[in-house]
């Protein structure tokens, strides 16, 4: 994800590095804490396949404990996403400023590749997301055995399968909220059994319980977006 303070830079810890700065770029998987400093955060989670990750990478001017940070365009970055969240955007316009942002020049990251057997687990993952398909089964469809997949997919999108599931169960609930859905429902409709279900793993994954993100989000000055 990226992540641009809007108020005054970031406080970050990651694999002994304390980092401040107003950007940051973090690889999937990367521990590590993050004090906003009082500062409104914007969090952009990118492509799960890297391709955004790929184009910002040069972009950022340092690379401390696995956080890549200091953005090219940072100021005039700041200044759009304060702009975007004191409005009320609606998605396409967000869209489109994202792609300005992520690819302004339209052109492919260099040495970047999609391995197709990869993609086509994300979208058997994503078709149904309440769904907990075997690992075997999806190496089934992609004609890989369990432990290829299993690297192949670390490798490529950089989590495990299990714990891109989660993630992706995150996001559908979080897009569910953003379009108005409240977050029990959002909740349900993603595949999560119960409220201690959910919890168990926003905490995990976000270190904070969903209700500090979700639940009331408006009222906690929280704007999300979602395409």
């Given at each position: 994800m990226l992540l641009v303070g809007l108020d005054g830079p970031l406080q970050l810890q990651s694999a002994g590095a304390a980092i401040c700065s107003h950007s940051a770029l973090l690889p999937a998987g990367l521990e590590l804490e993050v004090d906003s400093q009082n500062s409104r955060v914007a969090i952009c989670y990118l492509d799960v396949f890297g391709e955004d990750f790929a184009l910002l990478a040069p972009r950022m001017?340092?690379?401390q404990g696995g956080v890549l940070h200091g953005?090219?365009?940072?100021?005039?970055?700041?200044?759009?996403f304060d702009q975007l969240h004191r409005q009320c955007a609606d998605p396409e316009q967000i869209q489109a400023w994202m792609e300005e942002l992520i690819n302004p020049h339209q052109c492919a990251p260099a040495g970047f590749a999609l391995d197709s057997r990869i993609?086509?687990?994300v979208e058997l993952i994503k078709a149904d997301v309440a769904c907990n398909q075997s690992i075997a089964y999806l190496a089934e469809q992609v004609g890989l055995s369990v432990p290829r997949l299993s690297q192949l997919f670390r490798q490529k999108i950089g989590i495990p399968i299990r714990r891109y599931r989660q993630w992706h169960r995150l996001f559908v609930t979080t897009?569910?909220?953003a379009r108005g859905m409240t977050l029990t429902d959002a909740a349900m409709v993603a595949g999560?059994?119960?409220?201690?279900?959910?919890?168990?793993?926003f905490r995990s994954i976000m270190g904070l319980k969903p209700s500090a993100v979700l639940a009331h989000a408006q009222?906690?000055?929280i704007r999300l977006f979602a395409a």
């Amino acid at each position: 994800m990226l992540l641009v303070g809007l108020d005054g830079p970031l406080q970050l810890q990651s694999a002994g590095a304390a980092i401040c700065s107003h950007s940051a770029l973090l690889p999937a998987g990367l521990e590590l804490e993050v004090d906003s400093q009082n500062s409104r955060v914007a969090i952009c989670y990118l492509d799960v396949f890297g391709e955004d990750f790929a184009l910002l990478a040069p972009r950022m001017a340092h690379i401390q404990g696995g956080v890549l940070h200091g953005l090219d365009s940072e100021t005039a970055s700041i200044e759009r996403f304060d702009q975007l969240h004191r409005q009320c955007a609606d998605p396409e316009q967000i869209q489109a400023w994202m792609e300005e942002l992520i690819n302004p020049h339209q052109c492919a990251p260099a040495g970047f590749a999609l391995d197709s057997r990869i993609v086509r687990v994300v979208e058997l993952i994503k078709a149904d997301v309440a769904c907990n398909q075997s690992i075997a089964y999806l190496a089934e469809q992609v004609g890989l055995s369990v432990p290829r997949l299993s690297q192949l997919f670390r490798q490529k999108i950089g989590i495990p399968i299990r714990r891109y599931r989660q993630w992706h169960r995150l996001f559908v609930t979080t897009v569910g909220v953003a379009r108005g859905m409240t977050l029990t429902d959002a909740a349900m409709v993603a595949g999560f059994t119960d409220s201690a279900h959910l919890t168990h793993t926003f905490r995990s994954i976000m270190g904070l319980k969903p209700s500090a993100v979700l639940a009331h989000a408006q009222a906690q000055r929280i704007r999300l977006f979602a395409a």
